[in-house]
């Protein structure tokens, strides 16, 4: 089911996003998630709104998020709602945008010139500060130690769950066809009883941002089709959901709507292993910090 403009008016808002809503979760500890239609492109100047974006990422994301679960990444995501909607755990936001990278394309042509497509010798990890009004500039580890926005712990176990999303997420797109081009992670923390700290991924996995090759043709399955006018997002996005076995092959969104009935009987999604797992708590002895 939708939520009506006026009962989403009655929910309280935490967080208002480009392309998300976060609103109040029904019990301490949690938040619901809501994917918007919206589709944004140079950080808001371009804007459009595509009907079923939202259904279909909120679908692929709590589907990756539980798979990345299932081979002991710890997440925020605990089940879908509605079509629409996850509960999610709250977290603190580390305010960076981890980008592995395992083909060059977008920033990274324009910036070094490569040739889109060039496969990289190895992933590279590139972090940026999320400040919009910054334009989220690319940061380097010690930025982030000297800014504290994460201290050496946080940082060594951002950047070891980001290799093993990596590699999970290559191999799982890889057995349906597409080529992992390059994704942006977010990751928070849990604050325990005691002071431990725990490092969970957050937001969201879709194709808004994700960039997700065809392996045989390079067709472009992702919000590239946006940023670059190439037209066909909605049909790229359901042809993932669809290589994934999320929705039938006859699709939930036909002629620019959305059939309701079959979005609306989809399988729930819902993160067993998010509840029942203990987490691994970072604390460790302060370490020694010779930049304070």
């Not at 944004?40 to 804007?47: C, D, F, P, R, Y």
């Not at 709104?49 to 997440?75: D, F, Q, W």
């Not at 083909?103 to 990274?108: E, I």
């Not at 990596?166 to 081009?181: A, E, H, P, Q, T």
Request: proline share 4%; glycine share 8%.
């Amino acid at each position: 089911m939708f939520f009506s403009g006026s009962l989403t008016n009655r929910r309280k808002v935490l967080y208002e996003g480009k392309a998300k809503t976060i609103f109040e979760g029904p019990e301490p500890g949690t938040v619901i998630q809501y994917f918007k239609d919206d589709a944004t492109a140079g950080n808001g100047a371009k804007h459009d709104i595509i009907a079923g974006k939202g259904v279909l990422n909120n679908r692929i994301s709590a589907h990756l998020m539980t798979r990345l679960e299932g081979m002991g990444i710890p997440t925020h995501f605990l089940k879908c709602l509605n079509m629409r909607e996850q509960l999610i755990r709250q977290v603190e936001i580390i305010p960076l945008e981890v980008v592995v990278r395992n083909v060059a394309a977008g920033s990274l042509v324009k910036k070094l010139g490569m040739k889109e497509g060039q496969v990289l010798n190895y992933p590279l990890i590139e972090f940026y500060y999320k400040k919009d009004e910054l334009n989220d500039p690319m940061v380097s580890e010690n930025h982030i130690l000297n800014m504290g926005w994460a201290d050496p712990y946080e940082l060594e176990e951002i950047v070891s769950l980001a290799w093993r999303v990596n590699d999970y997420l290559s191999g799982l797109f890889s057995g349906i066809g597409i080529r992992l081009v390059d994704f942006k992670l977010e990751f928070g923390r849990l604050y325990g009883e005691y002071d431990e700290v725990y490092i969970l991924l957050a937001d969201e996995i879709s194709p808004d941002n994700c960039r997700l090759w065809d392996e045989k043709t390079n067709e472009k399955l992702d919000k590239d089709r946006f940023r670059q006018d190439l037209g066909g997002l909605i049909e790229a996005y359901q042809d993932i959901a669809k290589r994934l076995g999320l929705i039938p092959d006859s699709g939930i969104i036909q002629g620019g709507n959305i059939d309701e009935q079959i979005a609306a009987s989809l399988g729930e999604i819902e993160n067993e292993l998010a509840k029942e797992r203990k987490l691994r708590s970072i604390n460790k002895s302060s370490p020694t910090k010779p930049w304070k």
